[in-house]
């Protein structure tokens, strides 16, 4: 599994870093790679983004959900125009430590740890996105299902009055 993934415009190239240490060059564009791991589960990046941003309502540094059964979500650590991105997979973190103002350490669920060019606020911020948006996908998926269940009663007794 893809721990995180780092993007670089100029070279147009990606680099994955993956559960088992080792990482992985790909010469495609890093939103290019996320739309292909959506497309996989059923969605397209866009699609995600949208839902994303409409539910939290927020425009900028969005995290992207790739799969809803396993709760995989992606968040960059910087606006998309920089040059070079970092997409975290939320999914395996396990905690975030300021380094000093402008980086810090995450620690992964296999226990690795990297240092990234970003305030710990930043990654601390954008799991909270990540959570909050599950959290209310989870609602919205059991209102869902208590509409469609009481649906379904309500034609059942209106057959039985019948």
Same mark, same amino acid.
């Given at each position: 599994?893809?721990?995180?993934?780092?993007?670089?415009?100029?070279?147009?190239?990606?680099?994955?870093?993956?559960?088992?240490?080792?990482?992985?060059?790909?010469h495609?564009?890093?939103?290019?790679?996320?739309d292909?791991?959506?497309?996989?589960?059923?969605?397209?990046?866009?699609?995600?983004?949208?839902?994303?941003?409409?539910?939290?309502?927020?425009?900028?540094?969005?995290?992207?959900? +790739?799969? /809803?059964?396993?709760? *995989?979500?992606?968040? =960059?650590?910087?606006?998309?125009r920089?040059? #070079?991105?970092?997409w +975290?997979? /939320?999914?395996?973190? *396990?905690?975030?430590? =300021?380094?000093?103002?402008?980086?810090c350490? #995450?620690?992964?669920?296999?226990?690795?740890e990297?240092?990234?060019?970003?305030?710990?606020?930043?990654?601390?911020?954008?799991r909270?996105?990540?959570?909050?948006?599950?959290?209310?996908?989870?609602?919205?998926?059991?209102?869902?299902?208590?509409d469609?269940?009481?649906?379904?009663a309500?034609?059942?007794?209106g057959?039985?009055?019948?």
């Amino acid at each position: 599994m893809v721990l995180y993934i780092r993007t670089d415009k100029r070279r147009k190239d990606t680099l994955l870093v993956l559960q088992d240490g080792s990482d992985q060059k790909l010469h495609i564009n890093g939103l290019k790679l996320l739309d292909h791991f959506c497309y996989a589960h059923g969605s397209s990046l866009e699609g995600r983004r949208q839902a994303i941003m409409k539910t939290l309502g927020i425009m900028q540094k969005v995290p992207i959900l +790739i799969d /809803e059964a396993t709760r *995989e979500m992606y968040f =960059p650590l910087f606006d998309l125009r920089r040059t #070079i991105n970092y997409w +975290i997979n /939320e999914r395996y973190i *396990e905690s975030g430590a =300021p380094c000093t103002k402008k980086t810090c350490w #995450i620690r992964f669920l296999n226990g690795r740890e990297f240092l990234f060019p970003a305030d710990v606020r930043v990654v601390k911020l954008q799991r909270k996105r990540c959570a909050l948006y599950l959290a209310k996908l989870e609602q919205k998926r059991v209102c869902y299902e208590q509409d469609v269940l009481s649906i379904f009663a309500d034609e059942k007794r209106g057959n039985q009055n019948e």
